[in-house]
T-cell receptor, first 111, second 114 residues
Framework: GESVGLHLPTLSVQEGDNSIINCAYS??????FIWYKQESGKGPQFIID?????DKRQGQRVTVLLNKTVKHLSLQIAATQPGDSAVYFC??????????FGPGTRLSVLP | DSGVTQTPKHLITATGQRVTLRCSPR?????VYWYQQSLDQGLQFLIQ???????AKGNILERFSAQQFPDLHSELNLSSLELGDSALYFC?????????????FGPGTRLLVL
């Protein structure tokens, strides 16, 4: 499939290593955040979410950290696998159901 | 497979034309969202419908309109198309209840305006 965002920042990691993808958000009033994974030729897929009353949330092999002081969000993927290669987006919820997505980071897993 | 379906998968048209993109949400989901994804703008929220009514509006141009029908499927209408409208258009739906904010995306419609 065609690549999205040909000039995205890229993170290359060795298979089996941990990955950390970062995201800066814009609105200090945002109260809900989501990480999405988008594989080539597919729509974004929900990975994990976190509300602003938390600073950490864990899923299966993934952890999201929220630092409201500096408006920063990170996604940690443990034991990165080839199937994790994709573009990762963070999204923040503004008022109502209006979500703003970050520009994305391309994760490339090296064998 | 997210359970959200979109048609057509690809669409090629000319400037000045009008097209309609269709989305069927996951069974039981009342909310439908439309997004535009282009290389230079990233993923942009356009509009949301909930149970047939417009709920939120994002960066949607006046040339674009959407609606949600009683059977909950939604259509996005793009008119007076310009070259810059070439993009991927995604539909997403979200469930009822406390997980309303989790959005499940369809596979997208790739629009090319020549």
């Amino acid at each position: 499939g065609e690549s999205v965002g040909l000039h995205l920042p890229t993170l290359s990691v060795q298979e089996g290593d941990n990955s950390i993808i970062n995201c800066a958000y814009s609105n200090s009033a945002s109260d809900y955040f989501i990480w999405y994974k988008q594989e080539s030729g597919k729509g974004p897929q929900f990975i994990i979410d976190i509300r602003s009353n938390m600073d950490k949330r864990q899923g299966q092999r993934v952890t999201v950290l929220l630092n409201k002081t500096v408006k920063h969000l990170s996604l940690q993927i443990a034991a990165t696998q080839p199937g994790d290669s994709a573009v990762y987006f963070c999204a923040e919820k503004l008022s109502g159901q209006n979500f703003v997505f970050g520009p994305g980071t391309r994760l490339s897993v090296l064998p | 497979d997210s359970g959200v379906t979109q048609t057509p998968k690809h669409l090629i048209t000319a400037t000045g034309q009008r097209v309609t993109l269709r989305c069927s949400p996951r069974s039981g989901d009342l909310s439908v969202y439309w997004y535009q994804q282009s290389l230079d703008q990233g993923l942009q929220f356009l509009i949301q419908y909930y149970n047939g009514e417009e709920r939120a509006k994002g960066n949607i141009l006046e040339r674009f309109s959407a609606q949600q029908f009683p059977d909950l499927h939604s259509e996005l209408n793009l008119s007076s198309l310009e070259l810059g409208d070439s993009a991927l258009y995604f539909c997403a739906s979200s469930p009822r209840g406390t997980r309303q904010e989790t959005q499940y995306f369809g596979p997208g419609t790739r629009l090319l305006v020549l």
